[in-house]
């Protein structure tokens, strides 16, 4: 008469092999949601550096005299109605200062409570 089920070294090996594979997993699930945030990050930041760049164009293009400046966390523009008014650009903006041929933009973003990313752009400007 046979007995069915597992032996003891059966159970022995599924669960030495589970024991390895768990943490394998575990460790490229965790890979996988740094590589999307940064990439998140990546495409915040580019959206945010194209509408401040187009907001900068504009700017010179229409001869608008416009104020930037940092508030809490955030690139916002002043100027006169007839040039857009008072609005925010970007946020996670630690840096914004104008240099010689443009302005250098820093975007600042915590990817985790311990670890915080900054991105920093020089942007051209051709002199008006």
């Known amino acids: 008469m046979k007995k069915r089920g597992f ?14 594979l768990v943490p394998l997993v575990w460790m490229f699930v965790r890979q996988l949601e740094t590589t999307l945030v ?13 509408t401040v760049t187009e907001q900068l164009e ?7 005299h416009a104020h ?8 916002v523009r002043s100027a006169d109605e007839r040039c857009g008014g008072h609005v925010v650009l970007a946020r996670g903006v630690t840096r914004f200062e104008r240099v010689r041929g443009g302005v250098e933009l820093t ?5 985790t409570p311990t670890v ?8 051209p400007l051709e002199a008006p």
């Open 7 to 20: 032996t003891l070294v059966e159970l022995a090996v599924v669960l030495s092999i589970t024991s390895l």
């Open 38 to 50: 940064l990439a998140s990050w990546h495409l915040e930041s580019a959206a945010a550096v194209r």
């Open 58 to 64: 504009g700017d010179q293009r229409n001869a608008c």
């Open 68 to 75: 930037y400046a940092l508030e809490e966390g955030a690139l």
């Open 107 to 111: 975007l600042t973003r915590r990817l």
């Open 116 to 123: 915080a990313r900054d991105d920093a752009f020089f942007l």
